[in-house]
């Protein structure tokens, strides 16, 4: 069937050229992909010099056939190639090729240039939109994304172009893209519903010559797989597992059919599919880690009908030019196929007529199509190629400018890359690899802000990295010079806000005959244990402390307050000496009884002042002599009770003055401390008893005062009080046994 065709190809900037043929129309269109169209053009030689301008030129090609609205499609000349034909100057001679030029170019979308560039570019807690039109914001776009979609928590363009990481995401996403052309410009246009597609033509299966037919059509099902399972884990979520099952069922509806999509032969087709969609989703909220069976459900389902496309396509050819991937057709007059159909790929040619006559001659409008029913929700493939990091990369940690580490609930940080944009500030939240990690116990080591540090890529997906190792720089460099590395081990940490030298850790020093351990704090050392604490040592230990400290939370870097809540013994071993030197004061306070003992002779010295306090009774116990010496004793309460006892030997009590109660096996006073009274002794007048109050006072004694002895019942003693005057009768004993006073 000839056809009246017309092609004009109408720079952008430029009126439309009558020197410039084209002479072929050549394209493919297909969902989530680049169309290409390859022209054939011809000029005049003078103009030969326009076609090789249109390199990397916008154009518009008007497709004018007969009983058709005219269908126009933009782009820009990605390449222009000039063409020799033989069969030209055998039909023509040499005079064609005089006058004319044959070009071949190729026509793509302006969006083009955002395949040719590589590099990274980091998007933290984002979502799919605002990647879009971040990436988008110099070219016209409409976005139609009606799921609900969690933000993403990090998402990476890693040394892939711009188009081939957009690509990527809305495939992963379950959402295709198309261009769609209109009086005045071409927009791509993204979308995740094909069900709501528009509708751009009414064809049926008979040939017509006044409309536009389909000419063939080929319906093929397959057999696919009948469930997919999702299997995931999240380290913020309790439990981390993240699992869904997404089974095909029911029935599919094909035009005005209805199709049994539970195919029993395939019902243990299943495709377990280990994904790692939960990590890329942002911590915001409970919710956001909450909602992730839900996005794994999602998951399931987008990758079931992923591969369930295969399940049912159509094939077809017709002369009808608005059919483009991205939008739907009516199938008419076609029982019980009729219906709506989405289109997803074509590919259609045509050749129009140049200004001479040759082996060029036209041929009519031809487009070759695949579509899918309408109710069939279309997914892309995943990209084949997607970016992996091989090995590890370098990094600086950042964060906020008052604070040496900046970190959250699950100990990460952030960091630079050295490809970062400048305009990124920083990543999202790393995880930090540790010696040992585990339910409130592990190891607890996290870099400072502008520390270098090591980057490994979980699976060598660039979502997910992981900080591994830190290292030293010119910047950052480790203690000591070159010769202390060779023997000093350990680990040291600098005060927050600290100067380098105000640091505290563990240093080891494995130098043979030299061997050392150093455990130093800038401020408080604490040790404790659930049960003993052992400290040996070959020779000297020496405990130094500077400060005073009085309790458990300590004004001090000493505190020797000790909370026993049991009964433990402690043994000494070795044959050294334990030393405790305090340069201030201290204090040792012990809720319950004490006892001190030891194998040899126990000298407690003072300097100054000794003072015994006791709230009750206070006893002093001696196997042999027990002596007191010093100008005063006194006592301290309302009531005083003393006990001094000494077996065959004797007490010795040199005083001045003294306020007390003795009791022994030759004496005994009994009085109460708040009385007053005074004790005359011919013979002895430096000891003496006062009371406040009236006294009787009896005692019982056998005594020698400086070499005098008293007969029985031959002394009299006089007390006389500030009260009153009392005397007392004296009964005196003399059984040999002599008290010295």
């Known amino acids: 069937m000839r056809q009246t065709i017309s092609m004009v190809l109408s720079p952008r900037g430029d009126?439309?050229?009558?020197?410039?043929?084209?002479?072929?129309?050549?394209?493919?269109?297909?969902?989530?992909?680049?169309?290409?169209?390859?022209?054939?053009?011809?000029?005049?030689?003078?103009?030969?010099?326009?076609?090789?301008?249109?390199?990397?030129?916008?154009?518009?090609?008007?497709?004018?056939l007969e009983h058709?609205?005219?269908?126009?499609?933009?782009?820009?000349?990605?390449?222009?190639?000039?063409?020799?034909?033989?069969?030209?100057?055998?039909?023509?001679?040499?005079?064609?090729?005089s006058q004319y030029c044959l070009f071949e170019a190729h026509l793509v979308p302006r969006e083009y240039p955002l395949s040719l560039d590589e590099g990274c570019e980091i998007f933290e807690n984002t979502s799919l939109e605002e990647i879009l039109t971040r990436s988008l914001r110099a070219y016209p776009h409409r976005i139609d994304l009606r799921e609900e979609r969690l933000r993403y928590l990090f998402a990476v363009r890693h040394f892939e172009s711009t188009w081939a990481h957009l690509q990527r995401r809305l495939a992963d996403a379950g959402a295709y893209y198309y261009f769609e052309n209109d009086a005045e410009d071409e927009r791509v246009c993204f979308s995740d519903d094909s069900r709501h597609a528009?509708?751009?033509?009414?064809?049926?299966?008979?040939?017509?010559?006044?409309?536009?037919?389909?000419?063939?059509?080929?319906?093929?099902?397959?057999?696919?797989?009948?469930?997919?399972?999702?299997?995931?884990?999240?380290?913020?979520?309790?439990?981390?597992?993240?699992?869904?099952?997404?089974?095909?069922?029911?029935?599919?509806?094909?035009?005005?059919?209805?199709?049994?999509?539970?195919?029993?032969?395939?019902?243990?087709?299943?495709?377990?599919?280990?994904?790692?969609?939960?990590?890329?989703?942002?911590?915001?909220?409970?919710?956001?880690?909450?909602?992730?069976?839900?996005?794994?459900?999602?998951?399931?389902?987008?990758?079931?009908?992923?591969?369930?496309?295969?399940?049912?396509?159509?094939?077809?050819?017709?002369?009808?030019?608005?059919l483009r991937p991205g939008f739907a057709f009516e199938l008419v007059d076609a029982g019980p196929r009729g219906g709506r159909y989405l289109v997803t790929r074509t590919s259609h040619q045509v050749r129009g007529p140049l200004p001479v006559a040759g082996p060029w001659e036209t041929a009519a409008y031809q487009c070759d199509f695949e579509c899918i029913p309408i109710d069939i929700p279309y997914r892309p493939a995943r990209p084949p190629k997607r970016p992996v990091v091989r090995?590890?990369?370098?990094?600086?940690?950042?964060?906020?400018?008052?604070?040496?580490?900046?970190?959250?609930?699950?100990?990460?940080?952030?960091?630079?890359?050295?490809?970062?944009?400048?305009?990124?500030?920083?990543?999202?939240?790393?995880?930090?690899?540790?010696?040992?990690?585990?339910?409130?116990?592990?190891?607890?080591?996290?870099?400072?802000?502008?520390?270098?540090?090591?980057?490994?890529?979980?699976?060598?997906?660039?979502?997910?990295?992981?900080?591994?190792?830190?290292?030293y720089s010119a910047a950052s460099r480790p203690r000591g010079d070159r010769a202390d590395h060779r023997h000093l081990h350990g680990?040291?940490?600098?005060?927050?806000?600290?100067?380098?030298?105000?640091?505290?850790?563990?240093?080891?020093?494995?130098?043979?005959?030299?061997?050392?351990?150093?455990?130093?704090?800038?401020?408080?050392?604490?040790?404790?244990?659930?049960?003993?604490?052992?400290?040996?040592?070959?020779?000297?230990?020496?405990?130094?402390?500077?400060?005073?400290?009085?309790?458990?939370?300590g004004a001090g870097p000493f505190d020797k307050s000790l909370a026993v809540n049991d009964t433990s013994a402690a043994d000494a071993v070795g044959d050294g000496s334990y030393s405790l030197v305090v340069s201030g004061s201290m204090t040792t306070t012990t809720s319950g009884d004490s006892t001190t003992e030891n194998a040899g002779n126990d000298l407690f010295k003072c300097g100054g002042v000794t003072k015994v306090e006791s709230g009750k009774m206070a006893n002093f116990t001696s196997a042999s002599s027990l002596s007191f010496v010093g100008s005063a004793?006194?006592?301290?309460?309302?009531?005083?009770?003393?006990?001094?006892?000494?077996?065959?030997?004797?007490?010795?009590?040199?005083?001045g003055m003294m306020d007390m109660n003795i009791v022994n096996s030759t004496i005994h006073v009994d009085y109460h401390v708040g009385t007053y009274y005074e004790q005359h002794i011919t013979s002895w007048s430096s000891w003496s008893l006062r009371s406040e109050s009236t006294l009787s006072t009896v005692v019982a004694m056998e005594n020698r005062c400086k070499g005098h002895t008293m007969a029985a019942d031959s002394e009299f003693l006089k007390f006389q009080s500030r009260v009153y005057t009392q005397e007392v009768n004296f009964l005196k004993r003399n059984k040999g046994n002599i008290a010295r006073m």
Do not use: Y
């Not at 005219?70 to 064609?96: C, K, M, N, W, Y």
């Open 198 to 322: 528009p509708s751009v033509a009414r064809l049926g299966l008979e040939e017509c010559l006044e409309k536009p037919f389909i000419s063939e059509w080929k319906e093929t099902q397959a057999l696919v797989p009948h469930k997919v399972r999702i299997r995931d884990h999240h380290p913020e979520r309790i439990p981390r597992e993240v699992h869904a099952d997404h089974e095909r069922s029911g029935t599919l509806r094909f035009g005005s059919r209805e199709i049994d999509r539970s195919d029993a032969s395939v019902s243990g087709a299943v495709i377990d599919r280990v994904a790692s969609f939960a990590p890329r989703f942002a911590r915001e909220s409970e919710q956001d880690v909450d909602a992730m069976p839900d996005e794994a459900r999602r998951q399931a389902r987008l990758e079931l009908e992923r591969v369930s496309l295969k399940g049912v396509t159509v094939r077809g050819s017709t002369n009808c030019s608005s």
């Open 68 to 97: 058709q609205a005219p269908r126009t499609i933009r782009g820009i000349i990605a390449s222009v190639s000039r063409r020799l034909v033989a069969a030209q100057r055998r039909e023509h001679g040499d005079d064609f090729d």
């Open 15 to 64: 009126d439309t050229s009558d020197e410039i043929w084209v002479s072929g129309l050549k394209g493919r269109e297909s969902l989530s992909e680049f169309h290409e169209h390859h022209l054939e053009l011809c000029a005049p030689r003078k103009e030969a010099s326009r076609i090789r301008g249109l390199l990397g030129r916008e154009v518009t090609i008007t497709l004018g």
């Open 391 to 471: 090995g590890v990369e370098a990094a600086t940690v950042v964060g906020q400018p008052h604070e040496d580490v900046t970190t959250d609930d699950l100990a990460c940080v952030k960091v630079r890359f050295a490809w970062d944009q400048p305009e990124d500030v920083s990543s999202c939240w790393l995880r930090v690899a540790q010696a040992s990690a585990g339910a409130r116990r592990g190891s607890l080591w996290l870099p400072r802000n502008g520390d270098d540090v090591v980057v490994a890529f979980d699976g060598g997906d660039p979502d997910r990295p992981v900080v591994v190792a830190s290292l």
């Open 491 to 553: 680990v040291t940490v600098r005060s927050a806000g600290g100067s380098v030298n105000e640091v505290s850790g563990l240093l080891v020093d494995n130098r043979l005959g030299k061997e050392r351990v150093d455990l130093a704090s800038m401020g408080r050392l604490e040790w404790g244990a659930e049960d003993n604490l052992t400290i040996e040592c070959g020779q000297h230990l020496h405990l130094h402390a500077q400060r005073t400290s009085s309790d458990l939370a």
């Open 633 to 655: 004793l006194s006592e301290v309460g309302e009531t005083l009770r003393a006990r001094f006892t000494t077996g065959a030997g004797s007490i010795e009590a040199c005083l």
